[in-house]
């Protein structure tokens, strides 16, 4: 089984900076993309970043310049430093990441969540 463990979320002032960590744990093989979504109250869950083993990167564009996905691949973490935060980024923050473990192949493994709220 894998754990994916979030933290960093919080409250922030618009143009304020954040830092979310994820870390995964359990029998774990290898993992593949590693990425963070969002989801505000009445919206769907929507890709934030993501970051392949080799160091790829793919942003939404209303993080473009703004937001960093990176990843260590030593200790299975991934990060998202989030700077000049807007309102409009206020969601529910969730970490993915496809592993494989010693009795499964490549399967997607998503986080508890963490709040991040930006005020205006």
């Known amino acids: 089984q894998v754990q994916l463990v979030e933290s960093g979320g919080g409250l922030v002032q618009a143009g304020g900076s954040l830092r979310l960590s994820c870390a995964a744990s359990?029998?774990?093989?290898?993992?593949?993309?590693m990425g963070w979504y969002r989801q505000a109250p009445g919206n769907q869950r929507e890709l934030v970043a993501t970051?392949?083993?080799?160091?790829?990167?793919t942003y939404a564009d209303s993080v473009k310049g703004r937001f960093t996905i990176s990843r260590d691949n030593a200790k299975n973490t991934v990060y998202l430093q989030m700077n000049s935060l807007k309102p409009e980024d206020t969601a529910v923050y969730y970490c993915?990441?496809?592993?494989?473990?010693?009795?499964?192949?490549?399967?997607?493994?998503w986080g508890q969540g963490t709040q991040v709220t930006v005020s205006s």
């Open positions: 970051i392949t083993s080799g160091g790829t990167t």
């Open positions: 993915n990441a496809v592993v494989s473990t010693i009795a499964t192949w490549y399967k997607d493994y």
């Open positions: 359990g029998t774990i093989v290898s993992i593949r993309h």
